[in-house]
């Protein structure tokens, strides 16, 4: 048995609960638009990626990826495991954004961003996740 296990739970205080969940709905939003433009593929997605350089049928196939990202990172006892894997979507989109030249603020860490947003929402709701990842000042 670890400390961590031994501790009494920790309770998450109610205005860092409240921003947790109002950072992950706005990721959530974001995210259920780009999988809905994807899903119902938009001439605007079909354009978007042959411009980086990728098959635009591939577009379904990406939005259902994140689509099973996002149904884990919103269930509470899989959200770690979606935060992980859209991680990996996001390192990917940054690789793409890179590799075709695009603007470092508005592109390439777009991807960053929205990362930061799902991580941070997480971290602000889950008191144990704040325990694996302590901020210390």
């Not at 961590?4 to 205005?15: N, Q």
């Not at 990826?65 to 979606?82: D, F, K, M, Q, W």
């Not at 991580?119 to 990842?133: K, N």
Request: with cysteine; charged share 15%; hydrophobic share 55%.
């Amino acid at each position: 048995m670890t400390s961590l296990d031994a501790a009494a739970p920790v309770r998450t205080p109610k205005a860092m609960a409240w921003a947790g969940w109002i950072l992950t709905g706005l990721a959530t939003l974001f995210m259920t638009f780009d999988i809905a433009i994807k899903l119902i593929d938009l001439q605007v997605v079909r354009d978007t990626l042959v411009q980086l350089g990728y098959p635009p049928e591939l577009g379904r196939t990406i939005g259902v990826i994140e689509l099973i990202c996002l149904a884990l990172y919103l269930n509470p006892r899989t959200s770690v495991l979606g935060a992980v894997l859209f991680t990996g979507v996001m390192g990917g989109a940054i690789a793409t954004h890179m590799r075709v030249g695009d603007p470092l603020f508005s592109h390439v860490l777009f991807g960053v961003y929205l990362g930061a947003a799902l991580w941070g929402g997480l971290w602000l709701r889950d008191a144990r996740l704040r325990a694996l990842f302590p901020v210390r000042l």
